[in-house]
Structure formats: structure tokens, C-alpha cells
């Protein structure tokens, strides 16, 4: 029987960060992943490498430069003639991106000496992981820790069933090889609004069926409306409380049946994704006797630190509570890897940066104004537009706003929120500063360069206070105006 001093099974992001951190820490590691790419040979970097977040990353970015270059071009003085886009380019350059990325995973494991076993886990009792190569009989592992790491796999819906051709999961919106002129999308979220700009921009007539009643529930409502605002100008037709009722093709087109508050419709799209969320992959992952429990959810038991039910069994990332985002399943890997070594770090989960990335893009940490209230906690906000900022002027980039949240008495940020040009970017500013504790004062004491978009964060902790530079405070205003008249 071979054994390891930690196994950890899933190479997507949480996994491998667990891996390699365990194998520098002079643990002999074994990472197992049963996952293959398109030419059916295994590949490692779980669903984020592979058909998530770096692919549609690619697809984003390669179309918010054509639409730049088809209609944005010519208001900064920029002339660019005929603009067109070789879509089965674009996705080649995406694989392309992939198969770097993924093997760069192959290297590193390889440098830091972790075994990568390709094939099927089980989690069986006492530690031991029966493990099952791809055409192979299955051996039977043991290892003094092992950590789950099998990441998520997209929600299925019986009223649009897949065919992998008209309806298809984010991974197959990632391979389209024309734009299609008609496209739908189930689910109004972050994959759903991701994926529906891709193909927007690239030409196609968008429309986004979401069942919530409220746009991106879990966002701040200013920066939910302004978003929704600014996604409509773009061409995404996003019908709110919407339940599609079925998905049927016919005649080489896919007409879907809904229901909202005004009846039952029908709208005809060429090509439909269902992007109504993931759900832990946990199929076949454990015996019934290892002693590691699932939730009413499907999600695997852990307390705080990640542990299982079981002694030594550990589990992280999309498997486990908290939001499914690779920056916190990397997080949890470290920090489990760590704590076997006999280190004590905790991942802080107040301060999980979350982002969307559409144009402008959407991101925060921390709670918004609306979850704080309705907790009866005493709140004050601050907030600064970009359309005042000269860096976003200058690059066109106005749309768009930084909302600070900080506690009323002791001026703790409880809530940082961007929508707007790198947002993405941004954000990092208000997780660092959270981490340590800051208030927003301490953000308003701290110098940002002059000119960049970084200073409408300055200006909203600033606001938070009323002491806003380059916007107008309205009471103080007022105060003035009493006085002088």
C-alpha cells in the first residue's frame, strides 16, 4: 500500500495551492484529479483553469477590446476602419491561454515534487483514498491527512436539458465557434451576465432570463441598479422574476417557454446556456464509512478550519460552505496545509473579495448598507462617482461609482463596493485595509496618486465623513447657503 503524509484530491485551484504548500513544507504529496481536457488527455487546474474563469477571462477581455476598437476608438481620436472578429481564432488563443496555465500547474508540481496521479478518489475509512486510474484496476492509498478538494460542477435544470450543441453549461458557451445571433441564457448572475457579454459585444442579441425578482441580490442595491442600468444602454435584455418553464429545439433553433408576473411567453434563441449556478461535486467522493458528512445542501461538513467530521480528513473550496471564488478555496488550502505543519492561520471570511467581470466591472468585500441596516447596526456611507475622477475622464472610463460603509461609532469598514473601470483591481485596496482593521479614516488619511482611479476610493472614505474633496457635500452646502443668506 503506498502512502503519503497528505493527499489531497481535486487539482483546481484549492487543491493545487494545498499540494504545492504541503510539498514546501517537506510533506510527501499526492494530488489526484480525474479531469481531462478537450483532447481527452488529463489536465490540471480543476474548472478555473480549464472551462472557468481563465477561459471566459480570455473571452472577455479579447471582446471588450473589439467593441473598443468597433465603437469606442473614434471618440478618443482613433481611427480603425472595418472592425471584424475571427471568433475560432479567438477560442484558439483562449485554449491556448489554457494549455499554458495548466501546464504551468504540471511544472510546478513537478518542482516542488508532488505526485500528480490522474484517475478517480474515493475516501474510504482510516484515511485511505482508493484511487482509480483512467482504464486501470483501482489501489488502495493511505495517508496521515487527507484534504477534499473536488471543486463544483454547473446545476442542471429539467426544463432546458443539455445536448451539448443548441443548449449547453458555461463550458460549452466557452467553445461556440460563430456568434450566434440570437442567444439566451438562464440566469441573470455572475456567469450568466459574464458569458451574456462575450456574446453581446461580439454581436449577438442577448437576452438573460433570471427567476429573482431583485438584479444580483447579493450586491449593494445602488451599485445593483446602476449596474442593470448600464448593462441595458449595452443591449442585454435582463427580464427579472422570469421561470423558464421549458427548453425544446426545433428547426435548429431553441424555444424557450417562461413564466412571469404578466403570463406565459415564448422567446426563440439560436444557441440557449444555462448558467444557474454550481453545486458541490461530491458524486462517488465518499464511502459510506469514511465518516465525513454532508450538509442539508450537499456540502461537505467542516468547521471553521476546514476540518471534516473525520479525524485528519479536511475539505475546501467549492466543496464546502462560504462562496464558490478560487481566491478563497486557495486560501483554505493554505491555510489547512499550515495547521497540519502546526502553524495557526485562519482565513478571515469577512474579508472575501467577490467581482464580476463585466464592463465596468462589479466587485466588493465585506457586507453592503442594506445587510448592515437591516441588522440594526448604525452605519455611514460614503460614496464618489468616477465621472469626477480626472484619471477615468481622461481614459473614458466614467461609468460607475465606489460605495465605503463604515461603522457609526467606531468608523470600522464593514463594506467596500465598486462599480467601475477595474473594480477588480481596486477592490484589493479596501480587502487589505479591512484585514488590518482600518476605518475609513484611516483611508481618508492615507495619500493616493494624483491623477488615478484609485483616488475615487480616497474620496469615498473622504465622504464617509462629509469631507469629500471634489464633490459636493449637500448639508454643508446648505449650512453655507443658510449663513449667507
Keep these: 500500500m503506498e502512502d503519503y503524509d497528505v493527499i489531497v484530491v481535486g487539482a483546481g485551484p484549492a487543491g493545487y495551492a494545498a499540494a504545492i504548500r504541503a510539498a514546501q513544507l517537506g510533506m510527501k504529496v499526492a494530488c489526484i484529479d480525474e479531469s481531462c481536457g478537450k483532447d481527452g488527455a488529463p ?20 471582446s471588450h477590446k473589439f467593441i473598443d476598437a468597433k465603437e469606442k476608438l473614434a471618440t478618443l481620436g482613433i481611427s480603425t476602419g472595418d472592425v471584424s472578429v475571427d ?23 513537478q518542482g516542488n515534487g508532488v505526485t500528480a496521479l490522474a484517475g478517480h478518489a ?46 449547453v453549461d458555461s463550458a460549452g458557451a466557452l467553445e461556440f465557434s460563430a456568434v450566434p445571433p440570437r442567444l439566451g441564457v438562464i440566469g441573470a448572475g455572475v456567469i450568466g451576465l459574464e458569458l451574456g457579454s462575450v456574446w453581446g459585444r461580439l454581436g449577438a442579441d442577448v437576452v438573460l432570463l433570471e427567476a429573482l425578482d431583485d438584479f444580483l441580490a447579493m450586491a449593494d442595491r445602488r451599485i445593483a441598479r446602476d449596474a442593470l442600468w448600464e448593462f441595458g444602454k449595452q443591449g442585454l435584455d435582463i427580464r427579472l422574476g422570469t421561470r423558464v418553464m421549458g427548453a425544446e429545439v426545433r428547426d435548429g433553433a431553441v424555444q424557450v417557454a417562461y413564466q412571469d408576473k404578466h403570463g406565459e411567453h415564448t422567446t426563440t434563441v439560436d444557441k440557449l446556456i444555462v448558467a444557474v449556478g454550481r ?42 460552505r462560504g462562496p464558490m471564488l478560487a481566491h478563497k478555496g486557495i486560501e483554505e488550502g493554505v491555510m489547512v496545509v499550515e495547521r497540519i505543519h502546526g502553524r495557526k492561520p485562519v482565513v478571515n471570511y469577512d474579508c472575501v473579495p467577490a467581482v464580476i467581470y463585466t ?55 464593514l463594506g467596500v463596493h465598486i462599480l467601475g473601470e477595474q473594480a477588480s483591481e481596486l477592490i484589493a485596496q479596501a480587502v487589505i485595509a479591512m484585514e488590518f482593521g ?40 446648505r449650512k453655507v447657503a443658510r449663513k449667507t443668506t
Design 87 to 109: 471568433v475560432p481564432r479567438m477560442i484558439a488563443r483562449k485554449d491556448e491561454v489554457v494549455a499554458k496555465l495548466t501546464g504551468g500547474i504540471g511544472a510546478l508540481f
Design 43 to 62: 489536465t490540471l487546474g480543476g474548472t478555473c483553469l480549464n472551462w472557468g474563469c481563465i477561459p471566459s477571462k480570455a473571452l472577455l477581455d479579447v
Design 279 to 320: 453545486r458541490p461535486n461530491t458524486e462517488g467522493l465518499l464511502a459510506p464509512d469514511c465518516g465525513v458528512n454532508l450538509d442539508e445542501r450537499g456540502f461537505v461538513y467542516v468547521n471553521d478550519l476546514c476540518a471534516t467530521d473525520a479525524p485528519d480528513v479536511y475539505a475546501i473550496g467549492d466543496v464546502v
Design 359 to 413: 464592463h465596468p466591472e462589479i466587485a466588493w468585500v465585506g457586507k453592503t448598507e442594506e445587510e448592515l441596516k437591516a441588522a440594526g447596526e448604525e452605519v455611514n456611507v460614503g460614496a464618489f462617482s468616477f465621472a469626477a475622477t480626472g484619471r477615468a475622464l481622461a481614459a473614458d472610463e466614467t461609468v460607475g461609482m465606489v460605495k465605503v460603509v463604515a461603522d457609526a461609532e467606531t468608523d470600522r469598514l
Design 122 to 167: 474515493k475516501l474510504l475509512a482510516r484515511r485511505r483514498v482508493e484511487y482509480t486510474p483512467r482504464g486501470d484496476e483501482p489501489r488502495t492509498l493511505e495517508a496521515k491527512h487527507v484534504i477534499l478538494a473536488p471543486g463544483s460542477l454547473p446545476v442542471d435544470i429539467p426544463p432546458a436539458p443539455l445536448d451539448g450543441e443548441f443548449i
Design 438 to 477: 482600518a476605518g475609513a479614516e484611516d483611508l481618508a488619511l492615507t495619500m493616493f496618486a494624483h491623477p488615478t482611479l484609485s483616488e475615487a476610493v480616497h474620496e469615498a472614505a473622504l465622504g464617509v465623513a462629509g469631507n469629500a474633496i471634489h464633490m459636493v457635500n449637500r448639508k454643508a452646502a
